[in-house]
Nanobody, 122 residues
Framework: QVQLVESGGGLVQAGDSLRLSCAAS????????MAWFRQAPGKERDLVGT???????YYADSVKGRFTISRDNAKNTVYLQMNNLKPEDTAVYSC????????????????WGRGTQVTVSS
């Protein structure tokens, strides 16, 4: 089992930056592929990006160039640095974990955090 706890959400203004953290426990973190997803009100959950065990990253087109995913295996933590935030980035952000290679598909992630709210005002 893997437990995931997100933190760092909040209310910011358009153009601001925010860094989310996701702390993992219960399994050797360095063997996990991690992902960030987000769900806006009334919309489906969408992929933000992924990071593999060896720090290869993938980003959705909507956040490419603005968001950066990183991981610190010594701290069992994955981060989502969000820059130049826009009102359309408002959502609940959740981290997810899986073994082996990353996936862009929600159904392939068995472990999920509860999420943290990010609200971007215009």
């Amino acid at each position: 089992q893997v437990q995931l706890v997100e933190s760092g959400g909040g209310l910011v203004q358009a153009g601001d930056s925010l860094r989310l953290s996701c702390a993992a426990s219960g399994r050797t973190f360095s063997t996990l592929s991690m992902a960030w997803f987000r769900q806006a009100p009334g919309k489906e959950r969408d992929l933000v990006g992924t990071v593999s065990w060896n720090e290869n990253t993938y980003y959705a087109d909507s956040v490419k160039g603005r968001f950066t995913i990183s991981r610190d295996n010594a701290k069992n933590t994955v981060y989502l640095q969000m820059n130049n935030l826009k009102p359309e980035d408002t959502a609940v952000y959740s981290c997810a974990a899986k073994t082996m290679v990353p996936s862009t598909q929600i159904r392939n992630y068995p472990y999920w955090g509860r999420g943290t709210q990010v609200t971007v005002s215009s």
